[in-house]
Every structure is written in C-alpha cells, then in structure tokens.
C-alpha cells in the first residue's frame, strides 16, 4: 500500500474511534488480493488504491459505529460480495465470529480463498441466498447480528435478516442516503416480520464525505413462519 493510500485508512480510522496501526499490514494484504482477484474477474469495481481503501475498507469499518457490533457473538453478512463489510470487521474484530454469504459462488470462492490467506480463523463464508437460509432451521434464529451493506431496499433487507436473527439479535444495515419513504416503508415491513427500527444514524464518510446511513433493527417478536417469501420476491414484490 502507498504511504498515501496508508495514510488514508488511518485518518478513517482514526475518524472512527478505531486505531488501524496494528492492522496496516492485514489491509495490506487484503489490497493486494482484492486487485489480484478483481484483475482476474469482475469482482469489484473499484480498481483505485484510494478508493478501495476509502469506499471499501473505511466504509466497511462504519458498521462499527454505535457500538452495535461490539459484543461477540455470530454475524452473517448478508450478500457480502467480495467481502464487505466481513473481512475489514473481521480483521478489526477478531471476537466476532463472521458468515459472509452471498449466492454467488465465485465470490464466496474469492472471500474464502482471502480470509485463509489472511489467516482469519473467525470467518466462514457460505454461498448461499438469504432466502434459503432463512428457512433452514440451522440459520433460521440462529444469529446475533446481521450485517449488510449496499444489497437491497430497507423492507427487502428485513424481511430476508429479521428471520435469521435470535430474539433481541440486532440488523445493522449500511446504506447511502435514505428516503423518508424507504424508512417509512422498511419500519412497517420490519413490524410485519418480528422487529422494531431501534435507531437511525446518518452520518459523513470519513474523508469523502459522502452521506451514509446505518439503520439499526431489533428483533423483538417472533418471524412469522411465511417470511422470507421465496427466492428473488422480497426484492421484487416489496412487503410495504
Ligand atoms: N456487500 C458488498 C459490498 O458492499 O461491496 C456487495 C454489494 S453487491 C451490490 C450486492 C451483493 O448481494 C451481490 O454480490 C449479490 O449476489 C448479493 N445478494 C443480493 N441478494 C441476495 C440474497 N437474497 N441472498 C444472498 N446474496 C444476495
């Protein structure tokens, strides 16, 4: 990594509370991969060292805000990608004990292959669609959070995390900006399917300033046995 791009990722840190010192060298590494693998398929699109640094990792790191994921205890990130939010929060959290699934398999390949490289023993990727998941009994209620950044509107995103989570289990989920509308409409789907919008914290993206969104979601009831819908219609045919 370039003293700048270095540079860079400890100013975020540091705008976050976090000091990223002791993890240079892992970032380092994950830069690495991430260029080697989006070299070889289309794994991301940022190709930039200043932008991944900034608008993966950094971004990445922003779930920690609020102190949402400070207890350990098992995360699903749900449609990881390349691995984001998971393998930053993984490197910065080794308590957590981390699921990246996404349904693409040859990124969960990419994110399995990364997190031995980098020799995080509390990551275990699974390709699979949270719809699916959530309808197993061994991942149904099964989590204490989920985490997920960038994949689907507020009310797709409660209906396909809410099922998963334990009762009192927590939904961080990172976004842009937020319409009224898609708040309004994701607090009524997440009272349809078992929880409650706990909190809402918008705030600027270290350095770039871009607007951000953390959405906070506790589970309070029980999912109703009919949620999630099958595959593709939480996304598609919205709750509200
Ligand atoms: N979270 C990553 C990030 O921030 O870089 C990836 C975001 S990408 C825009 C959305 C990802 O979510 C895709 O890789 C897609 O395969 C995955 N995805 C979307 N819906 C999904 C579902 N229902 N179950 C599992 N993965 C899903």
């Avoid at 393998?87 to 349904?103: G, K, N, S, Y």
């Avoid at 770039?208 to 996304?235: D, N, S, W």
Wanted: net charge neutral.
């Amino acid at each position: 990594m370039t003293p700048e791009a270095t540079a860079l990722l400890l100013q975020g840190g540091e705008e976050l509370g976090l000091d990223l010192v002791p993890h240079v060298e892992a970032f380092t590494r994950l830069l690495a991969l991430l260029q080697e693998g989006a070299a070889q398929t289309n794994l991301t699109a940022l190709r930039d060292e200043r932008d991944i640094v900034l608008k993966h990792f950094v971004d990445s790191l922003t779930c920690l805000r609020g102190g949402w994921l400070d207890r350990d205890g098992r995360v699903l990130d749900l449609g990881t990608g390349a691995g984001f939010p998971a393998l930053p929060l993984a490197i910065v959290r080794p308590e957590l004990r981390l699921v990246p699934v996404d349904a693409t398999a040859k990124k969960i390949a990419f994110v399995t292959r990364t997190a031995a490289a980098l020799g995080l023993e509390n990551v275990t990727p699974l390709t699979a669609r949270a719809e699916t998941l959530g309808r197993d009994p061994e991942h149904r209620g099964r989590y204490d959070r989920v985490v997920t950044r960038a994949v689907a509107s507020l009310p797709a995103l409660a209906e396909l995390a809410l099922p998963l989570l334990r009762a009192g289990g927590v939904l961080v989920a990172q976004k842009g900006p937020i319409s009224a509308e898609e708040l309004d409409a994701g607090r009524l789907a997440a009272t349809e399917v078992g929880g409650e919008v706990r909190a809402v914290d918008a705030f600027a993206l270290p350095v770039l300033g871009e607007a951000r969104t953390l959405v906070i979601v506790e589970k309070t009831a029980t999912t109703p046995e009919r949620y999630p819908r099958r595959e593709g219609v939480p996304a598609r045919k919205p709750l509200f």
